[in-house]
């Protein structure tokens, strides 16, 4: 290769999306016409509520088209911070200690980027979202994964934390309720991890992206609430995707002890300036509704919690697949071991032979799992489930 050619060690180390091969596989199939039934999303299949997109029509029409504060507009930051006082119980949080950022995918990179130098570790309980390791290697630190099963409720122990811990270690992801498992962490659970956390002077990387998909009456808790000396160990990161069908918008949050807000805030300055401003003045409009915006996630529950319970169900009444309930985000994570194949071999042949797409479990450091996603139609569950229970019997015969 010649010099010019060479990539950067960056670049060199980061894995293609895991996820992809099989969307790819999917898609070529639909464009030739193929009934694929997917079950691969990764956001909710319903459209942002009319009052937020008329508030960025709004903007747009006003001429917020210019630049804006690179960590945010200031009216977003205040009610960002109020939501954390008031709704997630965070005292004394200040609008300086919020930044608005091009995706919650963005809010993890500058947290990670914030704290982590090379050489450094980060903990990553498996399963895992498919992005943590590789934007860990991006910052020139170590991902290191420990794993929690499904007899486990996928959630690690602190003991099992305390155990990954090294003098090397800055920061663990804790991702509740999470990606691909759905699973949530106890207000007791959390809290003990927290202190874990605390007490070996690491810092938490809590991702709360789906704070408010929720079932069962299950309660969220974010770990910065537990005290004063944990809001100085946690950064926060979430965004406006999941929780109000914005996918899309790309706009993501941040929450951050102030002297790593301010490091955020510099980075953001410094590589993607603010995230678009006219979107901002749309998420202004969720938080500023709040009732009304509670009121359409409540609409987009009461959905996605039928289509769960029935995924559930036919998921559970296949022969040889185990599927934990999960309580949050709109992922189902049932084991498919014992049809005696990976998982990326059960995705490309279930694919192939019933053309069912579902993601599997290798990319989310979770061999013998597959992620099915409830956000698409009851149709398509059901379509899926007849072609599954017909794969998987064929596979035992
Ligand atoms: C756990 C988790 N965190 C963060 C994100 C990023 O979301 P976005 O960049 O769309 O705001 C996702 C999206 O799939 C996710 O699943």
């Not at 289509?307 to 559930?312: E, I, T």
Request: hydrophobic letters at 40%; aromatic letters at 8%.
């Amino acid at each position: 290769m010649s010099q010019q050619a060479k990539l950067s060690t960056w670049a060199s180390n980061i894995a293609p999306s895991p996820t992809l091969a099989v969307d790819a596989k999917a898609k070529e199939l639909k464009a030739a016409g193929e009934d694929v039934c997917g079950f691969g999303a990764g956001e909710p299949d319903f459209d942002t509520p009319d009052f937020i997109k008329d508030a960025c029509i709004q903007a747009l029409n006003e001429g917020k088209t210019k630049y804006a504060p690179a960590p945010g507009i200031p009216a977003l930051r205040s009610a960002l911070a109020e939501k954390y006082r008031n709704d997630n119980g965070v005292a004394g949080v200040d609008p300086s200690q919020i930044i608005v950022s091009p995706g919650g995918k963005y809010s993890c990179y500058l947290a990670i980027l914030a704290v982590v130098s090379p050489g450094d570790e980060v903990i990553i309980p498996a399963p895992y979202w498919v992005s943590y390791p590789e934007m860990v290697k991006l910052s020139g630190g170590t991902p290191k994964s420990i794993f929690a099963g499904a007899d486990a409720e996928f959630k690690i122990t602190p003991d099992q934390l305390r155990e990954a811990i090294t003098p090397k270690t800055r920061m663990v992801i804790i991702n509740s309720p999470s990606n691909p498992t759905g699973a949530i962490y106890s207000p007791a659970e959390l809290e003990a991890l927290t202190q874990v956390a605390v007490e070996a002077g690491i810092y938490i990387m809590s991702d709360e992206i789906y704070e408010y998909l929720l079932y069962d009456g299950v309660k969220h808790i974010s770990p910065a609430s537990f005290s004063p000396e944990a809001a100085d160990h946690v950064i926060t990161v979430s965004g406006f995707s999941k929780t109000f069908s914005m996918t899309g918008w790309r706009l993501g949050t941040l929450m951050a002890p102030p002297a790593i807000a301010k490091a955020v805030a510099n980075i953001q300055s410094q590589t993607s300036s603010n995230a678009t401003t006219f979107a901002q003045y749309g998420a202004l409009a969720a938080m500023e509704n709040w009732d009304q915006s509670m009121a359409a996630v409540n609409e987009m529950l009461t959905v996605f919690d039928r289509r769960r319970l029935r995924l559930l169900e036919g998921l559970r009444s296949i022969e040889g697949v185990q599927c934990p309930r999960a309580q949050g985000a709109f992922y189902l994570f049932p084991n498919i071991d014992t049809f005696g194949l990976s998982a990326n071999d059960f995705a490309a042949k279930i694919l192939d032979e019933e053309k069912v797409a579902l993601v599997p479990g290798e990319g989310f450091g979770a061999p013998g799992y597959v992620r099915l996603s409830y956000a698409i139609s009851d149709e398509v569950i059901e379509k899926g489930l007849e072609r599954l229970s017909r794969f998987c019997a064929g596979l035992k015969a």
